[in-house]
Nanobody, 123 residues
Framework: QVQLVESGGGLVQAGGSLRLSCAAS????????MGWYRQAPGKQRDLVAA???????NYADSVKGRFSISRNNTKKTVWLQMSSLKPEDTAVYYCNADIVVFSDGRIRRSDYWGQGTQVTVSS
C-alpha cells in the first residue's frame, strides 16, 4: 500500500514562512504529477500548486510569487515552500500524487492523498 506522509505545518505570523514536506512510501513504480491542495473551514478543497514528473509547475493565482513547489523523484518527496504568508492562507494542506504501483501482481495507477497538515497564519 502507498502512504503519503506530510509534515511542516504549524502556526506562523503573517509575513512568515513555512515549508511543507510530503514523502511517499510503498510499492511505487513511478510517480506522475504531485501537488498540494488546501481546504479552509466551510470551503472546498482547492489546488495550491502542482508539479509534473519533469518539473513543470503551476500555481493558484493567490499564491503566485509567494509559494514554490519542488520535488525529488529519487526521494519520492514533494515540498511546498510558503513565504509572505497571509491569514487567508490558513487551511489544512493536503499532499496529492498520481502514482503507479505494483500490487497483487498488477500495475495500477491511482490517486493518493496525505492525511493533511494544518497551517495557521495569525494577523
Amino acid at each position: 500500500q502507498v502512504q503519503l506522509v506530510e509534515s511542516g505545518g504549524g502556526l506562523v505570523q503573517a509575513g512568515g514562512s513555512l515549508r511543507l514536506s510530503c514523502a511517499a512510501s510503498g510499492s511505487i513504480v513511478s510517480m506522475n504529477a504531485m501537488g498540494w491542495y488546501r481546504q479552509a473551514p466551510g470551503k472546498q478543497r482547492d489546488l495550491v500548486a502542482a508539479i509534473t514528473s519533469g518539473g513543470s509547475t503551476n500555481y493558484a493565482d493567490s499564491v503566485k510569487g509567494r509559494f514554490s513547489i519542488s520535488r525529488n523523484n529519487t526521494k519520492k518527496t514533494v515540498w511546498l515552500q510558503m513565504s509572505s504568508l497571509k491569514p487567508e492562507d490558513t487551511a489544512v494542506y493536503y499532499c496529492n500524487a498520481d502514482i503507479v504501483v505494483f500490487s497483487d501482481g498488477r500495475i495500477r495507477r491511482s490517486d493518493y492523498w496525505g492525511q493533511g497538515t494544518q497551517v495557521t497564519v495569525s494577523s
